[in-house]
């Protein structure tokens, strides 16, 4: 029988990954989605009719209730957040709303719809925020340290009192930094792949960043997507740390970047105090030995793979809009 999947932020980098993982292996992909007045589905527009869009808000318990009874799920993966975390400290009540509130409702929406329906929860370091220890495992404490990490905490702890309370195979990937080149250009990697492909070009002359000492441990989308599958595969319902289990500074970025289109980038970079965040988070880093030993997971894509790969899609696409 045909398994169906819902999907909620279908149209963000990771639910767009997810969506192709799933129609490739044979599920109908349902993707929950706001109704909006412009057209939002621009990274999902080439899986045509392999992905039926349905309407719904996580701020709406009956929408959600509704679209879990008429599609009767067997899979639910929640990946729709505000997830920007600048935008948290502004909006931070509508970031709950989302972000917290919204996994409660949904969850509730399962409980009372369909019980069985398996759950992943897209829970990120940011719960971490300024951690004791490094690298983090599953155990190690939360001490989110912006509104959007409190919000993903929340929305941790309610997916795993369901699983423990309501008996529900639901489970909570711990995802740190994930990077395509379906990522937006507000976060630091797509900003200097696409400025290096710029300054190839001769479309921008500088790039202005903020803390070039500033470590992520950045990870491929397409992997991730591949761990929050596994993750629902599985006997029993657990969480996962979902990284590359690696951390590369923003220099170490802006250097492969820029030598991968055969430019030194301390020609083109300067520090901008504008770029700087108040509260940076110290040595986020993902110990992945749970999810390797008992998922036999592990990133097929390179930090290196990953920058080259989109500094070379970002000029493709410059260029060919050029034509
Ligand atoms: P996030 O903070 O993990 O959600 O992702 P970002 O891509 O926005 O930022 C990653 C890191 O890059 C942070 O530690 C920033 O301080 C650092 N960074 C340095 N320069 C910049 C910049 O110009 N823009 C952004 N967004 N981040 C920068």
Redesign the pocket.
């Known amino acids: 029988m045909t398994k169906k999947a819902l999907i909620t932020g279908l149209t963000g980098q990771d639910g767009s990954y997810l969506a192709e993982l799933l129609a490739s292996k044979g599920y109908q992909v349902y993707g929950l989605v706001r109704r909006t007045s412009t057209s939002s589905l621009e990274r999902i527009s080439h899986l045509g009719s392999q992905v039926e869009i349905v309407s719904g808000d996580l701020l709406d318990q009956c929408s959600l209730m509704d679209v879990i009874n008429d599609t009767e799920p067997d899979e639910i993966y929640n990946l729709a957040a505000q997830s920007?975390?600048p935008l948290s400290w502004t909006q931070p009540a509508l970031t709950a709303e989302y972000t917290a509130l919204g996994v409660s409702r949904l969850l509730e929406s399962i409980r009372r719809c369909k019980p069985d329906a398996r759950f992943y929860q897209a829970s990120s370091s940011?719960v971490f925020g300024q951690p004791d220890e490094s690298p983090q495992t599953e155990r190690t404490a939360f001490r989110p340290r912006n509104p959007y990490g409190v919000a993903k905490a929340y929305a941790h702890w309610m997916t795993a009192n369901y699983r423990q309370h309501y008996h529900l195979y639901a489970c909570c990937g711990i995802t740190y930094?994930h990077e395509s080149p379906r990522r937006g250009a507000?976060?630091?990697?797509r900003?200097i792949t696409s400025t290096a492909a710029k300054i190839k070009l001769g479309l921008a002359k500088e790039l202005?960043?903020?803390?070039?000492e500033?470590?992520?441990d950045w990870c491929y989308a397409k992997d991730a997507v591949r761990a929050m599958w596994l993750m629902l595969q599985q006997e029993k319902p657990d969480d996962y740390i979902i990284a590359s289990g690696e951390t590369h500074s923003?220099k170490e970025l802006v250097e492969c970047a820029f030598s991968s289109v055969g430019l030194s980038w301390q020609d083109y970079v300067s520090v901008?105090p504008e770029?700087?965040?108040p509260d940076?988070?110290v040595q986020l880093i993902g110990s992945i030995d749970k999810i390797k030993n008992q998922l036999d997971w592990q990133p097929e894509y390179s930090f290196a793979h990953l920058v080259e790969s989109m500094v070379e899609y970002d000029l493709k696409k410059l260029t060919d809009s050029q034509v």
């Open positions: 920007y975390v940011e930094t507000e976060f630091v990697f900003k202005r960043l903020g803390n070039l500033a470590k992520r923003v901008d770029f700087y965040r940076e988070p």
